[in-house]
């Protein structure tokens, strides 16, 4: 039907190449499906793939001896995960943590220049008049809970960008995906908590370290460890859980 498509011209043309995209809906579909639940509104991901099936109609050069669904496939894969690249991948905190995180960044920038030093949590709720688990769950909302974009690269030796995972089932991406399967059980957890993940796993302080912010001892803070994950455990399952 392509090989026909591009033998013709004018609305005959374009009869030809509508088809093709009806009769290959269903492929399109499939292809966003695959990344439901991963920072984009169903009906964008849907449009998208769309969009990448029409390109790959237009596009096709049956000529070339390669199939059209061998084509399309990437094709539309392809527009996927441009669309994730230009408008970010991320799980966003309530709106209040949003607006007093911007208040605590200001706060923290006006300290800094002030007395040399960045201020503490304790300082910082001091500052700006509010509880000290206000400070740590902005803190920790914000930066553990927000993956910046599927162009960030790993960390570790392992500098593949998230958009060359996406998609595939590696342990690349499901390291992606248990980030965003966790951000909802993590705003679960008490302010205290959500700063103790942050700082183990996303800081990458060791438990010493972690004890000696908080005032408390190792061993305290490796039971607050066990715990924590044991709670992460029981609300999404060990696989989303490193």
């Known amino acids: 039907m392509l090989r026909r498509a591009a033998r013709s011209t004018g609305q005959q043309r374009q009869r030809l190449i509508d088809e093709v995209v009806f009769l290959h809906l269903r492929l399109a579909e499939s292809i966003a499906r695959r990344y439901f639940g991963r920072g984009i509104e169903r009906d964008d991901l849907l449009q998208v793939a769309h969009l990448g099936l029409v390109n790959a109609a237009q596009r096709f050069d049956a000529d070339r001896g390669k199939d059209f669904v061998s084509f399309a496939v990437p094709t539309i894969t392809g527009e ?23 208040r605590v960044t200001a706060a923290t920038a006006e300290i800094s220049q002030a007395k040399g030093a960045a201020p503490t949590p304790a300082e910082l709720a001091e500052h700006l008049g509010v509880e000290l688990d206000d400070i740590l769950e902005a803190s920790a909302s914000h930066e553990c809970f927000t993956v910046a974009s599927i162009d960030y690269r790993g960390t570790g030796g392992d500098e593949t960008p998230l958009a060359e995972t996406l998609g595939e089932d590696d342990d690349g991406f499901s390291r992606a995906e248990a980030v965003v399967a966790l951000a909802p059980a993590c705003r679960e957890l008490k302010p205290r908590d959500r700063r103790i993940l942050y700082l183990r796993f ?12 908080l005032g408390v001892t190792q061993m305290q803070v490796s039971r607050l460890l066990a715990r924590i994950l044991g709670q992460l455990r029981d609300r999404v399952g060990d696989s989303a859980v490193v």
């Open 202 to 213: 996303f800081k990458g302080w060791t438990q010493q370290e972690i004890a000696k912010e």
């Open 80 to 102: 996927v995960k441009r669309y994730f690249r230009d408008h970010g991948w991320t799980v966003r905190p309530p709106r209040r943590v949003q607006e007093l995180h911007a």
